[in-house]
């Protein structure tokens, strides 16, 4: 998606470690009309799939899954992120480890919120290397729920998240495809997959 | 505001300590369409204000916050909540207390996103004791931004946030107030303030 290719390449910056940062429009700064575009372009996708239901990860899921959902006209539920180990009530509870932090943490979707009958699409900021989506898909396979698609708006393709993805035959779709990061810059993958 | 009163009617709990409970369509599961109707109301009535940004705390401020950024084609900046004595650099800190929780955290927003030359809309999803709001008006004030206006979706207006926020004299307008709330229900002040 090239309004968000160049929205990555006007507005990041790649720190130290290749980490991309994207605080400007997706992560602490909203940009509101590229969320739109970018649920929109979620709910083009997977328009004719029968999503009952979208699920992301607080917190910078949230934007672009409730544009999605305005469109699809299906509620968003995000997961909590706790610290593991916390007592939880009548939830979908999940331990997911995060590589840039170096430690564990729950995510958390209240039973009262998925079923046996919801038909879901994830959305997600980042794809790396899946810990996220596949705590997700974990959640769903718990209450029952089948998977629709996944939506992802930035991929590193170089990280082992896609692969895993692929592996579940899951339809995704990624807005942006990072298929190398460094000091020298970001290329992306191109219409081609190339 | 009639379509949010009739949600928190229909599909808010009361639970014990006369907690308000929205989870399914504010605070864990989100209806796109009730965030969307929220965020209009908020842009029209802070349209002629002047405002450059949205400031909001993750995590529920941000759909309804992000809806009225879209309107008013500005970007939304949402403070990071963290275990207090985290280190955090270029960033504005201020320390929050949680009377739910009794713990301390802190809000913090980054320096890149807030300015001397920012007019802000503050959003959030519940006014209790004023403490959020109260940590984005010190966080406004330490990076010499004014802010324009205080949008609330849903008020307790029992307890002290309110007088709080009505001290400072900023223009403050909550989406639904609630007058009392207790094992016998639930009331909202009428359009004439009673």
Do not use: W
């Amino acid at each position: 998606m090239k309004l968000l290719e160049d929205a990555i390449l006007e507005k990041g910056t790649i720190l130290e470690g290749n980490v991309l940062k994207v605080d400007n429009f997706l992560n602490h700064q909203i940009d509101p009309a590229l969320m739109k575009a970018l649920g929109d372009e979620f709910a083009r996708e997977f328009a004719d799939k029968g999503i009952t239901k979208i699920l992301t990860v607080e917190t910078s899921g949230i934007a672009p899954a409730v544009f999605a959902g305005l469109e699809l006209g299906v509620p968003v539920v995000f997961g909590r992120k706790n610290k593991s180990l916390t007592l939880q009530d009548n939830m979908f509870t999940t331990s997911v480890y995060s590589y840039t932090k170096q430690t564990s943490s729950d995510i958390s979707i209240s039973k009262d919120f998925l079923s046996p009958t919801d038909h879901v699409l994830l959305i997600d900021d980042f794809l790396a290397n899946g810990q996220a989506i596949s705590g997700l898909l974990s959640i769903c396979k718990s209450a029952g729920a089948s998977v629709a698609g996944i939506g992802i708006v930035i991929e590193k393709s170089f990280q082992k998240g896609r692969r895993i993805v692929e592996e579940t035959g899951i339809p995704i779709l990624s807005l942006a495809r990072i298929k190398s990061l460094d000091e020298n810059g970001l290329v992306f993958i191109d219409e081609e997959g190339q």
